[in-house]
């Protein structure tokens, strides 16, 4: 449509750039993919393979992938349309618009995606704020509870957990978590779905009441910021990796899909600001050693650090003068002159 009315194509990207990436170089990973598995079925260390021959994605592995560059093309219609996608950006978008900022992204990666887009614009993460906003100081404004019941837990204590809007663990998942919450006497805020609570070990609000408070939404971005939050058990959603970093919080990693595993691998080896759950899943030792290393242990000081770290670098990104700035007025300028 844009050829035909000769109007400039602008496109944004929400998911991580990376992710992008992935989907550009859709055949590429194919083709590793099939010299992996000798063109037989693919095994555990084919999905830990580094995609290092891919300029910008040396940080990831086979199994951080979206099951949509895995999947078979010919029978996937969500496959075949990400691939599409991923061989018309290049030559046809006349800018990329990126839901980042150049400061969190691999320099190599960034690079290659400017060499495959004729204009790539990383204008900040559209739904957080850096610095996020300062939290309300009058309890009547906060209407879940989440933020009074926050205010009496000692600083830098609780677990946030939260895994998004569709994103849910399985039954058993969500019971070892419990299970382990209890088990440290960890205090929490969940964000829980009221059908997912029957999957709680019996008892379980009961026991924790003291500790533990489940509410079936939470203002986020005001918790991450608050000072009692220790650490956010997170799926790994991009726009919620940059509520944790605006909050300087760091995070429990359980990816689910799309762009999650990817975002996760940047957190805990690249960032190293969090951890991922061991072995992909959720279980109640993983999960109280996890925790020990994040709200106690001397390697979640550091991630705390580092996550404040990030978050500065972010504050200067999204100011006046900013990167994010920057590409924003090239933005407006391209929309107002066009």
């Known amino acids: 449509m844009a050829e035909k009315m000769q109007v400039p194509w602008v496109t944004l990207w929400v998911p991580a750039p990376y992710s992008l990436a992935a989907h550009v170089y859709t055949d590429v990973i194919r083709e590793l993919l099939r010299e992996s598995s000798g063109g037989g079925t693919s095994t555990d260390d084919d999905d830990d393979k580094s995609l290092g021959v891919i300029r910008g994605l040396s940080m990831m592995r086979i199994s951080d992938l979206p099951n949509e560059i895995i999947d078979d093309q010919d ?24 839901n980042s900022y150049v400061e969190v992204n691999p320099t190599p990666l960034i690079a290659d995606l400017k060499s495959k887009f004729k204009m790539l614009l990383q204008v900040g993460c559209l739904t957080v704020s850096f610095p996020p906003p300062p939290l309300p100081s009058s309890s009547a404004s906060d209407t879940t509870g989440c933020l009074t019941w926050l205010d009496a837990r000692d600083p830098q204590s609780v677990a946030y957990i939260c895994f998004g809007t569709v994103a849910m663990p399985s039954p058993s998942e969500v019971s070892a978590l419990g299970e382990a919450l209890e088990s440290t006497k960890t205090p929490f805020l969940w964000s829980i779905k ?72 940047m957190i805990e080896e690249v960032w190293g600001i969090g951890v991922k759950v061991e072995g992909g899943t959720i279980t109640k030792s993983g ?25 500065e670098r972010l504050v200067e990104a999204a100011g006046p003068n900013g990167s994010a700035e920057a590409d924003f007025k090239v933005l407006v300028e391209l929309i107002s002159t066009s």
């Open 75 to 98: 029978t996937s219609r969500v496959a075949c349309l990400l691939r599409e996608m991923g061989l018309v950006l290049p030559g046809g978008a006349t800018a990329v618009v990126m």
């Open 194 to 265: 009221e059908h997912v609570m029957a999957y709680l070990p019996k008892g379980l609000q009961e026991r924790t009441r003291a500790y533990g408070k489940f509410v079936p939404w939470a203002p986020q971005g005001q918790v991450l910021s608050h000072p009692a939050c220790g650490v956010y058990v997170t799926h790994c959603g991009y726009n919620s990796v940059f509520e944790s970093v605006a909050g300087g919080v760091p995070m429990v990693c359980k990816p689910f899909w799309a762009d999650n595993m990817m975002n996760g691998r």
């Open 287 to 311: 999960m109280e050693k996890a925790l020990e290393v994040v709200l106690r242990g001397e390697d979640g000081k550091e991630m705390r650090k580092k996550v404040g770290e990030l978050r």
